[in-house]
């Protein structure tokens, strides 16, 4: 598709559950992020990529957390033993190119996000 | 970091013209100013990026006065499909190792009402 698609798009948990959310970006991109949204929050960056390379996972909240994009496209977020406080939308995000997202033209897409809900 | 204070919301009518101000003290010299939009149960979207004065395009405006410290984003005649959340953010380049994050502060609500 021409967008970031990501899958599933609703998750129900339970707690002590792992789940795993899929992020197809945009064709050809090379940076790949992920993000966190509570609810009536804005988005928290969770980590990022640049292809295949996991160039920074310091807002990853713990340990349960674990992302990877193994052949530089498909990117899969694993959260391990889900707690209830991990309920939030999750968000992937691409761009083009690796400069950073304020920088002049480097707009980055996101996707509708994977609403987790752990009970 | 740079960080941005927008209002939390702004209520305004069908037709009306909507500005949103947003306060960057901290921007760094080579850090552009972006707008996204955010529905309910959607990702946020890209409006509009700009470095200083006036950029304008199909959807919005946006102004940035010299000292570059505030940015107003302007969404002409707006209509009820104008409801969202929208996000003001600066790009972080001093710091290289919080350059490849963007920083979502709590947005502004803004409700078109009919």
């Known amino acids: 598709g021409a967008g970031v698609s990501q899958s599933p798009r609703y998750k129900v948990a339970k707690r002590g559950q792992d789940v795993a959310l899929r992020c197809d970006p945009i064709s050809g991109h090379v940076s790949l992020f992920w993000y966190q949204q509570a609810l009536g929050q804005g988005p928290e960056f969770l980590t990022y990529f640049q292809n295949e390379a996991q160039l920074d996972k310091s807002g990853l909240p713990s340990d349960r957390f674990f992302a990877e994009r193994p052949e530089g496209s498909v990117s899969t977020l694993k959260i391990q033993r889900t707690q209830q406080e991990d309920s939030a939308v999750y968000l992937c995000?691409?761009?083009?190119?690796?400069?950073?997202?304020?920088?002049?033209?480097?707009?980055?897409?996101f996707g509708e996000g994977s609403w987790l809900t752990v009970v | 970091l740079a960080k941005t204070t927008q209002p939390i919301s702004m209520d305004s009518y069908e037709g009306q013209e909507v500005n949103i101000t947003c306060s960057h003290n901290n921007i760094a010299t080579n850090d552009y100013i972006t707008w996204y939009q955010q529905f309910p149960s959607q990702g946020p979207r890209f409006i509009i990026q700009g470095y200083k004065t006036k950029v304008t395009n199909e959807v919005a405006s946006l102004f940035i006065p010299a000292d570059r410290k505030s940015s107003t984003l302007s969404l002409p005649r707006v209509s009820l499909s104008d409801t969202a959340v929208y996000y003001c953010l600066v790009g972080d380049r001093r710091n290289k190792a919080a350059g490849n994050k963007l920083t979502f502060g709590g947005g502004t609500r803004v409700l078109v009402k009919p």
């Open positions: 995000a691409s761009s083009l190119d690796r400069s950073p997202p304020g920088a002049r033209g480097n707009t980055i897409y």
